[in-house]
């Protein structure tokens, strides 16, 4: 069975896919944390974020692979762990620039595919119900006011003592919320056969146990 969660940044994508993965005993897959690598590849080669040919050379011979932990799941980018710097501000003010080059999304598309393979998943992203799993059992759009997302990006950020204000968070949110949706290629946008569930007023367990009923009645 395959669960496609997709949505806005900050929406609680991966903390509840996670939840529902771990309920259900499925295996699960962070797609926003593939872009973040390839971003962190970028960065570290010092090539423009928007040097398309460059970051699909480096991509295609390197490996992005997650491992379990007890604090969730670690990244890694070849045999660096990249879990911690893949957060930092410059990687998320500037993966939605890496993820708009086609060829990009086209090889990491195929990656993610070759990881549902087979396998009972939830994969987490933009493009999950319409692109890379159209034929997911259950998809689920997940939104919430781009206020509360800010709101909560903050709180997370203060335990990782990152220092954002939460005006400028909410900004940063709704321009890559922008940019996401309006990129020419597989574009974040709702699957016409996918449930929406607004968390702006739920809990993250609310969340996860709604999607997990949904599941239970699709098996
Ligand atoms: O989910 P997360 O916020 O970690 O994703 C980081 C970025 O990766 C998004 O802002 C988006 O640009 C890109 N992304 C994407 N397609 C996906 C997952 C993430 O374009 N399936």
Redesign the pocket.
Known sequence: MQIAIDGP??AG??TVAKLVAKALNFIYC????M??ATTVLAKEHQIDYGDEAKILALLKTSKITFQPAPQGQLVFLNDEDVTLEIRTPEITNN??QV?ALPQI?EELVRQQRVIAEGNSIVM?????GTT?LPHAELKVFLVASASERARRRFEENVTKGIDTPLSKLQEEIEL?DY??SHRAI?PLTKADDAIEIDSTHLSIEEVTAAIVKLANERK
């Not at 962070?30 to 944390?33: I, S, V």
């Not at 987490?124 to 999950?128: K, M, N, S």
């Open positions: 940044s900050s994508k991966s962070d797609t926003g944390a872009y973040r993966v939605s993820s999304r987490d992203g933009r493009d999950i890379v890559r940019k996401d597989s």
